[in-house]
């Protein structure tokens, strides 16, 4: 009868019993993230870092901002849209554009077919090619400012499409809204979003627009989700947090806030 070899698993370690392993932690699903953003937000990026996932969070996202732009698109008004940027350059930049010009270009405007096609490329290239850019940015952060040399940007990937579930409900609000109301010259479905106090205030003043475009809570929110995601699923260190958060508070509030002025 041949000899039994003794398996390693059950022997004990030198330092006393064998730790057993743990195990596997399961994949969140699209909706369990989605709810848990807003209810333990902490505990999603803290799943995220031991098994990260994010197909159902790009997909949802995707779906969500090609319904808005999709009802936007079939109802803006792109005369009254290019008049309105016209308007905007003169009042807050001082651009005297030569009437002549302003002439055509709306006639142009008036004669375009409904932009379908390029709303929603800018939706299906624009948001993956955004949070792609967001999360090369929190992989470049984790290389000299992280805790923990085996986040890779899997999981970067992941905690930029959770993260950008935040403003999946901006855009479901919007999208309703351009359903049961008018869009006129809205230069986006954004803009009728009912969460930023711009849709709710119409001040003559461009840049005065911009900054109520600014205060959503939601907005406000998304940038208590990338903390969370880079403290937590990227474990960047206090002084790499900060950091990362004043560059993406900056870029962030300058891009909303220009997209506000031209509502």
């Known amino acids: 009868m041949s000899e039994q070899l003794p398996n390693p698993e059950n022997e004990p370690s030198?330092?006393?019993?064998?730790?057993?392993?743990?195990?596997?932690?399961?994949?969140?699903?699209?909706?369990?993230?989605?709810?848990?953003?807003?209810?333990?937000?902490?505990?999603?990026?803290?799943?995220?870092?031991?098994?990260?996932?994010?197909?159902?969070?790009?997909?949802?996202?995707v779906v969500v901002g090609l319904f808005a732009t999709l009802v936007w698109a079939a109802k803006v008004d792109m005369e009254a849209a290019a008049k309105r940027k016209?308007?905007?350059?003169?009042?807050?930049?001082?651009?005297?554009?030569?009437?002549?010009?302003?002439?055509?270009?709306?006639?142009?405007?008036?004669?375009?077919?409904?932009?379908?096609?390029?709303?929603?490329?800018g939706v299906v290239l624009g948001?993956?090619?955004?949070?792609?850019?967001?999360?090369?940015?929190?992989?470049?952060?984790?290389?000299?400012?992280?805790?923990?040399e085996e986040v890779t940007f899997k999981h970067a990937w992941a905690a930029t499409t959770v993260h950008g579930l935040t403003m999946v409900p901006i855009s479901l609000l919007a999208g309703i809204m351009c359903v049961l109301r008018s869009v006129g010259g809205a230069s986006s479905y954004a803009s009728l979003a009912p969460t930023s106090l711009a849709f709710w205030i119409h001040p003559e003043s461009p840049w005065l627009r911009g900054l109520l475009a600014v205060v959503d809570p939601f907005y406000f929110f998304s940038f208590v989700a990338l903390f969370l995601a880079a403290k937590h699923t990227m474990r960047l260190k206090p002084w790499a947090c900060g950091l990362l958060m004043g560059?993406?508070?900056?870029f962030g509030f300058l891009f909303h806030f220009m997209g506000g002025i031209f509502a």
């Open 14 to 61: 030198l330092y006393g019993e064998a730790r057993p392993q743990a195990p596997a932690v399961k994949p969140q699903g699209v909706l369990e993230q989605f709810t848990g953003l807003f209810t333990e937000p902490a505990e999603v990026f803290r799943r995220l870092r031991l098994a990260p996932s994010w197909v159902g969070a790009l997909v949802l996202t």
């Open 127 to 148: 948001v993956p090619f955004a949070l792609l850019v967001l999360a090369a940015i929190l992989f470049a952060f984790s290389r000299f400012g992280g805790e923990d």
């Open 86 to 121: 016209f308007e905007v350059m003169e009042q807050a930049f001082h651009m005297t554009i030569p009437s002549e010009a302003v002439d055509k270009a709306l006639e142009q405007a008036a004669t375009q077919g409904r932009p379908f096609l390029q709303s929603s490329l």
């Open 247 to 250: 560059v993406a508070g900056f």
